[in-house]
Structures are given as C-alpha cells and as structure tokens.
C-alpha cells in the first residue's frame, strides 16, 4: 500500500445542474440539523408517551387531573415544531426555488451559479465537510452551511465527491 504522498491526485471537476424545490430545502435543513430535529422527534413521542401513560393511570385511578395535558401539550409542540420548522425554512428560501442551480466541485473550490448570482468558495472557508442522509453539507459555522442532494449527481460522481472529501481528511459520513 502506497503512502497518501505518494499516491496519484486526480483532479476533481464535477458539474451538474438541477432546480431546487421546497423539499430538497427541506430535506437539507434536517440533515444539516440532524442532532436537533431528532432530538425534537424522540422528547416529543416521549412527552405524548408519558403523558397518555399518565393519564390512563389517572383516568383508572382517583380521577381525571390536569396535569397529564401538559405532558400531551409540550409533547405535541415539540413534534408540530420538527414537521413544521424544515418547511418554514425552505419558504424562507423562496428565492432558491425555480432557479436552475448549477454545482462546480473542483480541487480549489465550490462554485455555484442560482440565476445572476455566482459564488466561489475555497474549500479552505468550510469547517466540515460530510455527507448526512441523501445530503452534502459544506459547513461553514455551526450556523451555516450549504447543502446539496445527492441525487443531482451519478453514483460514480457520489463516491469520486466521497473519496474527495476523505482525502482531505475533512469527510464523514452518516448514510
């Protein structure tokens, strides 16, 4: 086995077009925010879980009391929350959608071109780079990042962007 410096780059330079649609925003911002989105799932069908659980007990027991609700009430937010939140946020990107996007993966930078707008950006300004679910995320800060399905590119593009990123030593995955 070759050491890493001793091992042939082949240059990258990858292209491909696609329109973002609300779902693809969407599915993006979970990803992105994978850690809290399942947080929000699993405390809300806990919170509803003990406040039913709760309240057959109490319906069994002495009486009907109003404090189960709170358990069915929070629980309930919190689920509302992690189905609406994705879909707000992708409506607060209306200016994504229709727009032919294109992406230019090359060894220097991310380059993408949304209707008059261009951007370059040197691998370098990114802090994380991963695959999470059907999702490249190029982050930039814990706030920010830049998401694009993987569906806009072949699978053999998908593994050569992979094997990209592992190269560096800056890729992770979590399919």
């Not at 001793?6 to 973002?20: C, D, G, N, Q």
Request: net charge positive; glycine share 10%.
């Amino acid at each position: 086995m070759r050491s890493r410096a001793a091992r042939l780059e082949i240059p990258v330079h990858i292209t491909a077009s696609y329109v973002p649609t609300e779902r693809d925003i969407a599915d993006g911002v979970v990803a992105f925010r994978r850690g809290l989105f399942r947080m929000l799932g699993v405390g809300g069908l806990t919170l509803v879980g003990l406040g039913l659980v709760v309240l057959l007990i109490e319906a069994l027991g002495s009486g009907m009391e109003f404090w189960p609700f709170v358990f069915l009430g929070f629980g309930a937010a919190m689920l509302g929350l992690r189905l609406w939140a994705p879909f707000q946020a992708a409506r607060a990107n209306k200016h994504m959608h229709g727009d032919v996007c294109q992406v230019t993966l090359t060894d220097e930078a991310y380059r993408s071109v949304i209707g008059t707008k261009r951007a370059e950006i040197p691998w370098s300004d990114f802090r994380k780079l991963r695959s999470v679910d059907d999702q490249w995320i190029f982050e930039f800060n814990p706030q920010q990042a830049i998401m694009v399905p993987h569906r806009i590119f072949s699978d053999a593009e998908n593994d050569e962007i992979g094997g990209f990123l592992r190269d560096r030593g800056r890729g992770r995955s979590r399919r």
